[in-house]
């Protein structure tokens, strides 16, 4: 049987940018963390208001994107997922691990508004995206809550995985050092344990990039202790 052609390359139509300089503390999933804001800013060539004409009808849009960070590496047939502790293996197409043959994810997430920037063009502003900033995307689609909905379909292993949160104490002489329209969206992260869902090392100090801030804490007993803010370097 002749091999079917797949076409050229993905185009990167825009980027989005958000306060996840980097991949560690990023939601799980898309939509798990509701007060996550985002801008979508488009490629010089897709700034073209017809294109998005009618988007603003729609509640959710869908978005192909590219694990940028595993892009090259080889993919793995079995992965670990951290929210089972990295110990068991499942398939990657049971999985929505980055170490996949095109490196491609999907995520769902709320459409705020359409601005219309005099350079930029048609800006999106969304919420609940689980990308770090500056994902390259693929491609934009509405969600159709009629068909992409299903509440009752089974979720594999993730039906089993605890909605797990932790309680948050961050002292008043650090949070003063996050902007105040950013420190409910911060906690909104801390709350849902950065950490890898296999380290349990209560005097392990660990570093969460956060907009233009690092943020140090450690967990013992179910709380989160906020323990040192500092000026986000990248690396």
């Not at 958000?18 to 799980?28: L, R, W, Y």
């Not at 849009?61 to 080889?74: D, H, N, V, Y």
Request: with cysteine; proline share 9%.
């Amino acid at each position: 049987m002749q091999e079917r052609c797949v076409g050229p390359e993905l185009k990167v139509i825009a980027r989005i940018h958000n306060d996840f300089p980097e991949k560690f503390g990023i939601p799980h999933q898309s939509n798990w963390l509701k007060k996550q804001k985002a801008q979508i800013i488009f490629e010089p060539e897709y700034r073209v208001a017809e294109a998005f004409r009618g988007i603003e009808e729609y509640d959710y849009i869908w978005l192909i994107w590219q694990f940028s960070e595993a892009a090259g590496k080889k993919w793995s047939p079995t992965v670990r997922p951290p929210r089972l502790g990295g110990n068991i293996r499942k398939g990657v197409f049971a999985t929505r691990s980055p170490f996949r043959p095109n490196n491609l994810g999907l995520s769902s997430v709320r459409l705020e508004k359409v601005e219309f920037h005099p350079e930029l063009g048609p800006v999106l502003h969304i919420c609940g995206a689980d990308l770090m900033d500056g994902t390259p995307i693929f491609d934009i689609k509405p969600y159709l809550p009629y068909v992409d909905g299903h509440p009752q379909a089974s979720g594999g292993f993730t039906d089993r995985i605890k909605d797990h949160r932790l309680k948050v104490e961050f002292p008043e002489e650090y949070l003063k050092e996050i902007p105040k329209e950013k420190r409910k969206a911060l906690e909104e992260v801390l709350e849902n344990d950065p950490r890898p869902g296999y380290q349990e090392d209560p005097e392990r100090i660990y570093g969460l990039a956060y907009g233009k801030k690092n943020i140090n804490f450690y967990v013992k007993d179910g709380v989160l202790t906020v323990c040192g803010v500092s000026d986000y370097k990248k690396s």
